[in-house]
């Protein structure tokens, strides 16, 4: 009996600690699935109420564009985390900017009047694919190797590192592009690229009758 005991207490020794870490480890996975969780929670809801926010602007600026892309653009920046945002309407053969946020005064500037990209540039990539161009590392584009004018401005003056455009299209139209920069090397996921793509949506290929106007100042619709 003695015998017995004594094994099985060395039994429970054993087992014990192990037991205990493994309650540790759960314990600490319920917590990362738990803050996961909330971070995404938390993402959703402020990706809606910033969807909310642009569409209230439209709906009560009947007539009046530029409210529009100034909240569109503000809510774009600070969901996806960015310092930076540029509205591009196309012209001709040029990118003409329409609104901007966050570029410091005394630098506003800096920033073309009416934008004729390269061929090497990410906007002009966008304007020929008709789809969403992102730059990692903007230090590391052949635009800015060139020595592009733009593009070096935006990276030495401004700060910026990654950025995404995104296009507007209106009836397989090129009208414009929304531009969002951020002063790290760290790519948009692929929830920020929605977001503002739905932005670019709402801007200019929901039906006429309901966005007036905003389809017809950027000429989206015959």
Sequence with gaps: MKTRRRKKTKVERHTAPTAARRRGSSTADLKKQLGQRTRELHEALEQQAATSDVLGVISSSPGDLQPVFDVMLANAVRVCEAQLGILWRREGDGFRPAAMHGVPPNLIGVVPALWRPSPESMLAQMERTREVAQVVDARLTPAYLSG?????????????????????????????????????????????????????????????????????SLGACA
């Excluded at 070096?152 to 700060?159: I, N, R």
């Excluded at 299209?169 to 090129?174: A, K, P, R, S, T």
């Excluded at 929304?178 to 801007?203: D, G, M, T, Y």
Aim: charge should be negative; hydrophobic fraction near 50%.
């Design 148 to 216: 592009e004018a733009w593009p070096v401005a935006v990276t030495e003056l401004l700060g910026e590192r990654s950025f995404l455009v995104v296009p507007m299209l209106g009836e397989d139209e090129l009208v414009g592009a929304l531009q969002i920069f951020r002063q790290e090397v760290r790519p948009f996921s692929a929830k920020h690229v929605a977001l503002v793509e739905n932005f670019a949506k709402q801007a200019v290929n929901a039906r006429c009758g309901e966005l007036p106007p905003v389809v017809a």
